[in-house]
């Protein structure tokens, strides 16, 4: 460990990396119960979105998804899509997604589709 200055700082490099785990483990050891529930719910958010992308990423029906978000507290993942015969479609196979997702470990207990709103432009990300 390197000295510390007349500031309180300490004089030595750490990674953004380091500092990243280190943060998330002072809030997460300083949380309830219930809060830390929340937290484990919500970093689920990044395996989620990561099992969607191997299962639609580069599908016909993927091409058509303007938009995701997973929803911690209720387990759910909404789907937005750009128009309501995608939204229909991917509807009825909602249960086949979820089932390869959970085969790539990102289990999810609901997926809702919905039409993306009028007038929405789709991101950079295509």
């Known amino acids: 460990m390197g000295k510390v200055t007349k500031k309180g700082r300490l ?26 529930a929340q937290f484990r719910r919500a ?4 395996v989620i979105f990561q099992a969607w992308n191997k299962v639609c990423a580069g599908t016909r029906e993927g091409k058509h998804v303007t938009g995701l978000h997973y929803v ?22 909602r249960e086949i997604i979820r089932a390869r997702m959970d085969a790539c470990g ?11 709103r009028p007038g929405f432009a789709k991101g950079p990300r295509e």
Do not use: C
């Open 106 to 116: 990102g289990a999810v207990g609901n997926i809702v589709v919905k039409t993306t």
């Open 11 to 36: 004089k030595a490099t750490a990674g953004l990396g380091e500092f990243i785990n280190s943060e998330k483990m002072r809030l997460f050891d300083g949380a309830t119960p219930e809060r830390q």
């Open 72 to 93: 911690a507290e209720r387990d759910e993942l909404i789907v937005y899509t750009d128009g309501a015969s995608w939204t229909q479609e991917l509807t009825m196979m």
């Open 43 to 46: 970093e689920r958010r990044h």
